[in-house]
């Protein structure tokens, strides 16, 4: 009896150290899982903060392509009101160099009657006098 004893005691302690490896597996495995299950966790908020940065970049690109339109239209409207600016100062100067023109032919029209004038006078002096007159000071000024 003493072999099954010791037998059986053999086949105890087998199994309780079948039964303290397993459950030191069972530990292990454990133990993976929690940090396999914590490395989940700490991926789905990356994960999640990475789409939200990305739905942040979406909208800001949305933003940009909306606002660049509209920018550019706006530079495009003020171009062409300095367009406009630009053609009526045009015109006003080609009216202002017309009338330039006209006033200089006026005073050129004016100043060819004067001379002629003089001319005439300084003639029809010279027919009435044949002697030649002396200029006194009261004729000079």
Do not use: C, F, W, Y
Not at 8 to 28: G, M, P, Q, T, W
């Amino acid at each position: 009896m003493a072999e099954s004893e010791t037998a059986d005691d053999d086949r105890k302690r087998i199994a309780n150290e079948r039964d303290r490896v397993a459950d030191a597996r069972d530990d292990i495995a454990d133990q993976r899982e929690a940090r396999t299950d914590a490395r989940d966790i700490q991926l789905d908020d990356r994960e999640q903060r990475l789409a939200n940065r990305e739905l942040t970049l979406d909208e800001r690109a949305r933003a940009l392509r909306e606002t660049v339109p509209d920018v550019v239209r706006r530079q495009q409207e003020a171009i062409d009101r300095s367009r406009a600016v630009l053609q009526r100062a045009e015109e006003r100067l080609t009216r202002a160099e017309a009338s330039l023109h006209r006033s200089r032919a006026a005073i050129q029209r004016d100043v060819a009657e004067i001379q002629r004038e003089v001319a005439a006078s300084n003639e029809g002096e010279l027919e009435g006098h044949t002697e030649p007159t002396e200029v006194t000071g009261a004729s000079e000024g």
